[in-house]
């Protein structure tokens, strides 16, 4: 079946600092999306990319998708303790899978 | 608030036990979905409904079973519980199902199996 990674699975940053998570699939996706999960929380939908190497970006988030589809990344610049909490894509195929997540902390 | 709705929001029972846990879509959406997280684990996809029909399978095991009723609204049925089924299930609901559409999520039940 279909799988998803991300690395890093675990993140530590100072508050400043920037971060980056990436997010890879084995096979094309007809788009990605992207979920952020506070600790305690529930996954609450960020954003959805669908062309080829598109880039869109929210405040002091970045996220692109590959060229080939297969690949996508989330970077945040100058992280915040608001930052903090788990970042999940999502590949869907034929369901809706989920990457592995990487966990954010943010050390003030 | 996402608009799906979860109950219980804790749980707790014995191993060998049968548990129901219930989720309302938000108001509009046909689809729901159910997931499994454990602890420091990633989101595990159990299965989909559409509109009362079941859409879509994922790692969901033969003592799980889940169902959606003509208004809607979901049961995941959890049976024979094991140590293991301790975990955190989410429901999430998008209007049709398409894969195009982001997912709304509850926010869970946390079953401990003791």
């Known amino acids: 079946g279909q799988q998803v990674m991300q690395i890093p699975q675990y993140q530590h940053v100072q508050e400043g600092e920037d971060f980056t998570t990436y997010c890879n699939s084995s096979?094309?996706?007809?788009?990605i999306q992207w979920y952020k999960q506070r600790p305690g929380g529930h996954p609450v939908f960020l954003i959805q990319l669908v062309k080829s190497g598109e880039v869109k970006k929210q405040k002091r988030l970045t996220f692109q998708f590959g060229e080939a589809k297969k690949n996508s990344s989330l970077h945040i610049t100058a992280t915040q303790t608001t930052d903090v909490g788990t970042y999940f894509c999502a590949g869907p195929s034929n369901q809706f899978y989920f990457g592995t997540g990487t966990s954010l902390t943010v050390i003030p | 608030d996402s608009g799906v709705t979860q109950t219980p929001k804790h749980l707790i029972t014995a191993t060998g036990q049968r548990v129901t846990l219930r989720c309302s879509p938000r108001s509009g959406d046909l689809s729901v979905y159910w997931y499994q997280q454990s602890l420091d684990q990633g989101l595990q996809f159990l299965i989909q409904y559409y509109n009362g029909e079941e859409r879509a399978k994922g790692n969901i095991l033969e003592r799980f079973s889940a169902q959606q009723f003509p208004d809607l609204h979901s049961e995941l049925n959890l049976s024979s519980l094991e140590l293991g089924d301790s975990a955190l299930y989410f429901c999430a609901s998008s209007p049709s199902g398409n894969t195009n559409e982001k997912l709304f999520f509850g926010s869970g039940t946390q079953l401990s199996v003791l």
């Open positions: 096979t094309t996706l007809s788009n």
